[in-house]
């Protein structure tokens, strides 16, 4: 496809079950985000990827969240034991290279509820 | 932590009246980027300017920036309904650092 793809794109899961979202980045762009945006709140930044550099985690709220990406490619970022909390939508974004100097790329977004 | 802040929060013009949205950033940047978020649909760039850029156009958007002052504006010109929707800047933290930060957004409703 020609734009960053993510999935799912709704997911609604029991407090403190496990969840894994994906992103799929736009072919060739070395840089991926993720993102957490609340209710009519802004992004908030949770991890970046650069290439095969060590990823920025920096953003992440507690060590339940976590993410990799396999071969400079496809993301996955995983909450463990999910709190009512963690409910938002998840945005990814790719880009050709990492910093402001380069026009990001959104998916669509995961929607997470925690009942 | 967020980097850069919108005010205002919320802005409500008619259509056809410029709407002016300011960022505001606590580092020193490489550059700035806005971005618009639709009901529905998805975050989309509108323009990026560099460090040693003033000022540049885009169609009807307008965007400045005043690295003294560490902050940027926004300017769309002869708004249309299709304009609603919230407003985020977007910046790095300079130097290596290629962290992106955003801002709280503005919402803003152009009424027709």
């Known amino acids: 496809g020609a734009g960053v793809s993510q999935s799912p794109s709704n997911k609604v899961t029991e407090k403190g079950k496990d969840v894994e979202l994906r992103c799929d980045p736009i072919?060739?762009?070395?840089?991926l985000y993720w993102y957490r945006q609340s209710l009519g709140q802004g992004l908030e930044f949770l991890i970046y990827?650069?290439?095969?550099?060590?990823?920025?985690k920096s953003g992440l709220p507690s060590d339940r969240f976590s993410a990799e990406r396999t071969g400079g490619s496809v993301s996955t970022l995983t909450i463990q034991r999910t709190q009512q909390e963690d409910s938002a939508v998840y945005l990814c974004?790719?880009?050709?290279?990492?910093?402001?100097?380069?026009?990001?790329?959104f998916g669509p977004g995961t929607r997470l509820t925690v009942t | 932590s967020q980097q850069g802040e919108e005010d205002p929060q919320a802005l409500s013009i008619q259509e056809g009246e410029n709407a002016t949205m300011n960022c505001s950033y606590k580092t020193s940047i490489n550059n700035l980027q806005w971005y618009r978020q639709n009901s529905g649909r998805g975050l989309v760039h509108l323009i990026l300017?560099?460090?040693?850029?003033r000022e540049k156009h885009s169609g009807r958007l307008r965007v400045t920036l005043d690295t003294s002052k560490k902050s940027s504006s926004l300017l769309i010109t002869a708004s249309r309904a299709a304009d609603t929707a919230s407003y985020f800047c977007a910046t790095d933290e300079g130097g290596n650092n290629n962290d992106m930060r955003f801002g709280a957004g503005t919402r803003l409703t152009v009424k027709p």
């Open positions: 300017i560099r460090s040693n850029e």
């Open positions: 072919s060739g762009h070395t840089a």
């Open positions: 974004a790719s880009s050709l290279s990492g910093g402001a100097s380069y026009e990001q790329y």
């Open positions: 990827f650069q290439g095969n550099s060590a990823p920025d």
